[in-house]
C-alpha cells in the first residue's frame, strides 16, 4: 500500500499482520478512482475516515491538500497503524485519531460542532451498515453543504438511491466492492 498521489505520492504505509481478519486496507487502484472521481486535490477540507483501518483513505486526503482528517477505529491494531502511517508520513499536525467505536464518535463529533466536505466510510463488510452510517452522519450533522459520504461496502449489500436526505451520484465496483458516493443538497 502507497501513497497514491500529492505531498507523500509514492510513500509507503504499513499494513495489518497477515493474520489481521478485522482489517481490509482500501487498495491502491480503488483509492485512486475514489480520487479520480472526488477530484484530485482537496484544498483545505476537512475529512472524517471512520472504520479507518490503517488510515490509508484519510492520510490519502492530507497528502492531496485535505487541510485535516480524523481518523475513527475501535480496534487496537487499527489504531496503532493509523499512528504509525500518520507519524511516517509527518501529519501529526493534521489529523486526529478517535480511539472509539463510529457511533460513538459521530456523537461526539456532533456535539462538538464538526463538519466535514468529506466522509469516507469501509465499515467491514458483513456488518451491513451502509444505511445505519448515512443515518448516524446525517444526524449527528456532520456533513457540510454539498458535502460528500463516500461508503465501500460488499456487493451484495444494496445502496439506496437516496438515504436521510443524500442522494447517490456515483457507484463504482471493484470486484466484491461497491463504493456509492452520497451528495448533500
Known amino acids: 500500500m502507497r501513497i497514491v498521489a500529492g505531498t507523500a505520492k509514492g510513500r509507503a504505509l504499513a499494513g495489518p499482520k497477515p493474520t489481521s481478519r478485522h482489517i481490509r486496507p482500501t487498495a491502491d487502484r480503488v483509492r485512486e478512482t475514489l480520487f479520480n472521481v472526488l477530484g484530485q486535490f482537496l484544498d483545505g477540507q476537512s475529512v472524517l475516515d471512520l472504520y479507518a483501518g490503517t488510515g490509508a483513505l484519510g492520510l490519502e486526503a492530507v497528502s492531496r491538500g485535505a ?15 493509523c499512528r504509525q502511517n500518520t507519524e511516517f508520513l509527518g501529519f501529526t499536525s493534521q489529523v486526529e485519531l478517535l480511539a472509539q467505536p463510529v457511533a460513538r464518535a459521530l456523537e461526539a463529533l456532533g456535539r462538538r460542532g464538526e463538519r466535514f466536505e468529506l466522509i469516507f466510510a469501509d465499515p467491514p463488510y458483513a456488518a451491513r451498515v451502509v444505511e445505519s452510517v448515512l443515518d448516524g452522519v446525517v444526524g449527528a450533522g456532520l456533513l457540510a453543504p454539498s458535502g460528500m459520504v463516500v461508503v465501500e461496502h460488499d456487493k451484495r449489500e444494496a445502496a439506496p438511491d437516496t438515504h436521510a436526505g443524500l442522494t447517490r451520484e456515483d457507484q463504482r465496483r471493484f470486484g466484491d466492492t461497491l463504493v456509492s458516493f452520497y451528495r448533500a443538497p
Open 67 to 81: 487541510g485535516r482528517a480524523v481518523l475513527v477505529d475501535q480496534d487496537r491494531e487499527a489504531q496503532a497503524l
